[in-house]
């Protein structure tokens, strides 16, 4: 039976995965700079669940589990991005009037998504289930919380500094 606390880390970890997809199969990385698109992530290298596991202080012995299961996985999450990297430059260089082509890219970029989301999940569901207390798992909805009104705050601030002109 799924419960809350199974669903929510996973369909955050979905929603935060589905989005970073769109978004490098939409843009071309930046060339400087130093990153994730030129930008300083100030330690945040390992996503939503990174910023997750920083709020829930872990322990020196935790860290450490995480660490191992980061590792044991870090072959995979090597070989997707090569093949994300390579279909992005693929797509990048393909008119979407080659329809054939642009379809097997599309299709590509969409497998490596769902993988992505998958190994994520897998990872996720490994730390929740293995190195996090109770008392861990209990706060992960309110940290969840949290970073969501954080994002529509300053979602609405930009829509409105936006829609001011200038």
């Not at 990048?92 to 009037?97: G, K, L, N, V």
Request: hydrophobic share 40%; aromatic share 6%; glycine share 8%.
């Amino acid at each position: 039976m799924f419960t809350a606390r199974k669903i929510v880390p996973a369909l955050c970890l979905a929603v935060s995965m589905s989005g970073l997809a769109v978004y490098a199969a939409t843009t071309t990385p930046a060339t400087t700079g130093t990153g994730f698109g030129g930008h300083h992530w100030h330690g945040h290298h390992h996503g939503f669940m990174g910023l997750v596991l920083h709020q829930l202080n872990l322990t020196d012995a935790q860290k450490a589990q995480v660490k191992s299961i980061r590792t044991s996985e870090q072959s995979q999450f090597e070989a997707l991005r090569t093949s994300a990297q390579t279909n992005h430059e693929a797509l990048a260089s393909t008119p979407p009037t080659d329809t054939a082509a642009y379809a097997a890219l599309i299709a590509t970029a969409q497998k490596n998504a769902a993988t992505r989301i998958q190994l994520e999940s897998e990872t996720w569901t490994s730390v929740y289930s293995t190195v996090l207390t109770q008392t861990q798992r209990d706060a992960i909805p309110g940290i969840v919380a949290a970073a969501q009104a954080k994002r529509a705050q300053w979602q609405a601030e930009h829509a409105q500094a936006g829609s001011s002109g200038g």
